[in-house]
């Protein structure tokens, strides 16, 4: 079983619709992100999470929100999806801990959403 | 803040032909950068990472890179590549308490028959 679970790994939706995008990880680390990927963009960072009460915004969270529902869990809303916000969005962890702090991001498989 | 320039958008190459992946990255402080692997409808994994030590870093399936901190680049490299090593590279930087992450914008990597 993959270490960062992501569902639904692909969703069509319409304009106006409320999503959700789940993120569950058995790794065990305190860290969880939400990425945002384009063609010729890269990973844009949406949201993220250092801990169960810590929310932070990244560089691209207009229209997005986040839920941190336990440590090994973070979900994505889209409260109105829009065409633009067709992508492809990436989960990922990091272990925060100073002793073990490589910096390393583990990704998961990724969901593909079309707005349509 | 951080920020990283991947200078090659696509690279086409010939399969057992040597390979080099071009990443600047500006930063004010010290960092750790990485390489990830993307390979067609798959999540990212890391290739190889610098932390400190040794500017010449051993990753997996033969890539290496070396850290030239003076021109401020972390270029990938493989000697002889194979039709699998088809896939998108993304350069990576963050800081040692890793609160900035930030990924360039990708290098689609073609290894042509």
């Known amino acids: 079983d993959a270490d960062v679970t992501q569902t639904p790994r692909n969703r069509i939706t319409k304009t106006g619709k409320r999503i959700m995008l789940e993120c569950s990880q058995t790794?065990?680390?305190?860290?969880m992100y939400w990425y945002r990927q384009d063609p010729g963009l890269g990973l844009r960072l949406i949201y993220y999470s250092f801990d169960v009460k810590d929310i932070n915004k990244g560089e691209i969270s207009d229209g997005y929100s986040v839920s941190r529902q336990a440590q090994a869990k973070f979900s994505l809303s889209l409260e109105s999806a829009i065409p633009n916000q067709t992508a492809l969005y990436f989960c990922a962890t990091s272990d925060g801990r100073l002793a073990t702090n490589t910096g390393e991001l583990f990704f998961g498989e990724g969901s593909r959403l079309t707005v349509l | 803040a951080q920020s990283v320039t991947q200078l090659d958008s696509q690279v086409p190459v010939f399969e057992e032909a040597p390979v080099e992946l071009r990443c600047n990255y500006s930063s004010s402080v010290s960092v750790y950068l990485f390489w990830y692997v993307q390979y067609p409808n798959q999540g990212l994994q890391l290739l190889l990472k610098?932390?400190?030590?040794?500017?010449l870093v051993k990753g997996i399936n033969g890539f290496e890179a070396e850290f030239n901190k003076s021109q401020t680049s972390f270029h990938l490299r493989k000697p002889s590549v194979h039709i699998s090593d088809t896939a998108e590279y993304f350069c990576?930087?963050?800081?040692?308490?890793?609160?900035?992450?930030?990924f360039g914008p990708g290098t689609r990597l073609s290894v042509l028959p």
């Open positions: 790794k065990g680390h305190d860290r």
């Open positions: 610098y932390l400190s030590g040794s500017t």
């Open positions: 990576a930087v963050t800081t040692p308490l890793g609160q900035n992450f930030v």
